[in-house]
Every structure is written in structure tokens, then in C-alpha cells.
């Protein structure tokens, strides 16, 4: 074993285990494995559904396409318990929230932060209010929300709209706000950098990840600086962040007043975490850049059918991004793309996208079904 092995799992909690047999430690959920490195002592009541510990999938379609021996990582953060990363961060905030003794939480959202939102508290007894741009909220997260139990407002107005409301109401009512302008979010969501440089040894070259509000991308440099600092590990990644095209204050460095693309998570024209992400970029020489919802689309069909990785549209952006900068890629470099939510969050858009395969009114005979798979 060495030092730096031994130290990580010392900090980490981890006990050494082979062959992942008996005498190996369950997943005890990213509070408990990373308890060290956050804000919780001993008398904050841990809110958990055991999130964290996702899979980091190497992706041999994506390096193809890329080629030049770059190696592609696939951080499959809609495996969670709510299928989103946003439950990494909703841990912290919820546990906090009922340490400090709320009784009610609130938050805006494009979706994937109500269901995160709306699990935790119900799960810690808390109410759950969800401010949400009424049309623009994917079926699955609606649904999600909704059966969680949160008490979902539907405004008729734009996302930075809904954040400004929910923000007034923190501030007059007795309601803890949990968007990720609660620190206590990006401490628990930096835990995904945590978890990547423990799969790689190291971190990457590159990080690709969507920004909607900016929190994820500063969560995970925050992340990776800790490590390092730590002697966990010897590098620090180049960040890079993709919009789309039709959202894309960050990119065009104004905000946007009409937010548009099919992307609904990152659907936001005036990013919260905005000048957190700017000085993200400037520490690790990153880059921003947009991406247009014909290049997501492309990307999201292409994890689908050739990595069997089905993400939610803003979860794509990463991919679209890293294809379209494939070209300054190093050589050989090690490039993660976070898959912030799962596919199925949002069922209209992968039907919309694929009717082609689907046939229907088929006589109920071996022979009209042949006839259409052409064999
Ligand atoms: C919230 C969210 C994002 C954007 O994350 P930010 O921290 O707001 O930049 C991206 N993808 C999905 C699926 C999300 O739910």
C-alpha cells in the first residue's frame, strides 16, 4: 500500500477490502464517507438516501470519435437515489437545515433540485416547497416533486424569475432556502471530484460539465483543490463548462432575459454561482463555450446507442462540448464528462427524438413483425 493510499483511506473512512467480500464496508452515503472534509459534527442529524458512490464508466465510443488515445470517463451521476447530482448537495443542505431547526425548506428549480429537494426533506420530516417555471419542467422531476411530497408553485415566468421570488421568501419567512447559494450545497456536491480522483488515481486532464447556475463546476473545483492540497493527488484539471447556445450568459457574458433550449436543467439566463464559475475558469486556464440543442440532441443519442448511457438532454451538453473542442484535447489525455441526471427524467424529448424507431399498428403475426425488422 502506498502513503497516498493509505492516508486516503484514512481520511476517507475507508477500510481495505480485496475482494469487495464481507468484511468490506456498505456504501454508508457521502456524509458518513466523507465526513472529514464537510461541515457536520456530531450532533447534526444526517438526512441520507445513500447517494454518492456513482460510477465513473470509460466510454470506448466517445474515444473513437475523439481518437489520438485520449481516454473518456463518464462520472454517471444520475445514478443517484433521485437521479440527479443534486442530491449530493440536497444531503448537506437538508441535514443543515434541520441542524439549525427548519421545519420548512424552499427552492426554485428547473426540476432535478424540487425532486432532490422534496426527497430529503420529506425523508427528514421537513416541508418542501418547489418554485418552478410552470411548462418547462421535464415530466419525470414533475413527478417526481409531486409524489415526494412538495408543494409545488408553478409561476408563470422564467427560472431566474422563480429564484428571485423564492430568495424574497427566505429572507421574510421561516423557510431555508436550499438552491446552491446555500453553501452546505457545493460542499456536498464537491464529494463527485472527490470520488473521480479515487477512480483514476489522479485528476483528470479535462472536466466537462453543463452550467446552468455554475454551482456543479465550482462544487467540483472546490473538490479537486482540497484533494491536491491534501497531497491526495497531483494535478488539477482544465474546466470546462458548456451552455446552450440559447442560455448562454456565461458565454456571451451577459445575462440572458429569455432563456431558451431543450435543455430545461440548464435553462437559466443568470447564473447564480456566475462569478464563482468565471474565477473557476481563470485558476485552472478553462474554457467556456456554448453548444446549440442540435448538438446535444446529437450527443445524447449517441451515449444512448453506443454507450448504452441514457442522460437527460442537459446532461449531454458535456459531451457536445468535449466533441467540439476535441481537437485542443492533449494527446492521450484523461477527460471526464459529468453526466449530471438520468435519461429517463425526461421521457417527452428521447420519444420526440427517436419516433423513426418505433412501429406500430403491427398485425399480431410473426410475419408483419418480420417484415418490418427485415430479416
Ligand atoms: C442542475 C443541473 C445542471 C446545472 O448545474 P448547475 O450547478 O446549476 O450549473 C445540469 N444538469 C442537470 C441535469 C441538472 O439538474
Redesign the pocket.
Known sequence: MTLASSLKRLLTGQKPSRDGGPTSRPWPGLVEQYRPWLPVGDGTPVVTLLEGNTPLLRAPALEKRVGRGVQVFLKVDGLNPTG???DRGMTMAISKAKEAGATAVICAS????SAAAAAYARRGGLRAFAVIPDGYVAKGKLAQALLYGAEVLAIQGNFDQALAITQKLAERYPVTLVN?INPYRLQGQKTAAFEVVQALGDAPDWLCI????????SAYWMGFQEYRNAGLSKMLPVMCGFQASGSAPLVLGHPVDNPTTVAT??R?GN?A?GEKALAVRKESGGRFASVSDGEILAAYQVLATEEGVFC?P??AASVAGMFKYATEIPSEARVVCVL??NGLKDPTTALDANHANLHRNLAPEAEAVVQVMGL
Open positions: 440527479s447530482f443534486k428547473t426540476g432535478n433540485t446552491s453543463p452550467m446552468g447556475n455554475a454551482g456543479n463546476i436543467a440548464i437559466i447564473p454561482n437527460e442537459a446532461s449530471t441526471g
